[in-house]
């Protein structure tokens, strides 16, 4: 079956702009996450969802960071006045419940300029 | 604070030479060790996930083995297509999260490079 997806695969944008990132989780999943992985820099956490709602957001690095998910399914994570520090690949993951594997995406490639 | 160390930081293998990840952790209460394997440019892919000391999972090439404060990848007789960053990563119980934390640490990764 189909795995995680996101959109766009590669993202490049001026310092100050707003971009969102999409994730479209394995079907049935119920749990989905956000990843960070910059160069040199191992995984981070920032955020996870169960159905709509996020009982952590500890990871997010500040609050121009923000997440989304809707209808149980899509999520969209959104980066206000971006920074150069912000340039990473943002990873998402899906599972199927609490305590299961998480599958990830390919990523979305975020440079700013 | 939950932390993850990997070992080598990258490895040069020739085919069929056998050899050994490690991945030391330090947490709170483990709810879950995984392996996953990421390609360049590509999403990490999940290998195995270890839940107690002793336990031992295999694929084709590849064996992951737990203790207290370590997991090994095995990798017997590694081919080309073995070669790929290799990363460890652990769940745990956490005193402020009922049920457990649901996020994953991550090491940085071994990059093993298998030459023909």
């Known amino acids: 079956g189909a795995g995680v997806s996101q959109s766009p695969s590669n993202k490049v944008t001026e310092k100050g702009k707003d971009v969102e990132l999409r994730c479209d989780p394995i079907?049935?999943?119920?749990?989905l996450y956000w990843y960070r992985q910059s160069l040199g820099q191992g995984l981070e956490f920032l955020i996870y969802?169960?159905?709509?709602?996020?009982?952590?957001k500890s990871g997010l690095p500040s609050d121009r960071f923000s997440a989304e998910r809707t209808g149980g399914s899509v999520s969209t994570l959104t980066i206000q006045r971006t920074q150069q520090e912000d340039s990473a690949v943002y990873l998402c993951?899906?599972?199927?419940?609490?305590?299961?594997?998480?599958?990830f995406g390919p990523g979305t490639r975020l440079l700013v300029l | 604070e939950d932390q993850v160390t990997q070992s080598p930081e990258a490895l040069r293998l020739q085919e069929g030479e056998s050899s050994s990840l490690n991945c030391s952790y330090t947490v709170s209460g483990l709810r879950g060790l995984f392996w996953y394997r990421q390609d360049p440019g590509k999403g990490p892919e999940f290998l195995f996930t270890l839940y107690s000391a002793g336990e031992e999972k295999e694929k084709e090439r590849l064996k992951a083995t737990l203790t207290k404060k370590e997991s090994f990848l095995h990798i017997t007789a590694p081919k080309p297509e073995d070669s790929a960053t290799y990363l460890c990563?652990?769940?745990?119980?956490?005193?402020?999260?009922?049920?457990?934390?649901?996020?994953?640490?991550f090491g940085k990764g071994t990059k093993l490079t298998v030459n023909p």
């Open positions: 993951a899906s599972s199927l419940g609490l305590a299961r594997t998480q599958y």
């Open positions: 079907s049935g999943h119920t749990a």
């Open positions: 969802f169960q159905g709509n709602s996020a009982p952590d």
């Open positions: 990563a652990v769940q745990a119980w956490s005193p402020s999260v009922e049920g457990g934390s649901e996020k994953l640490v």
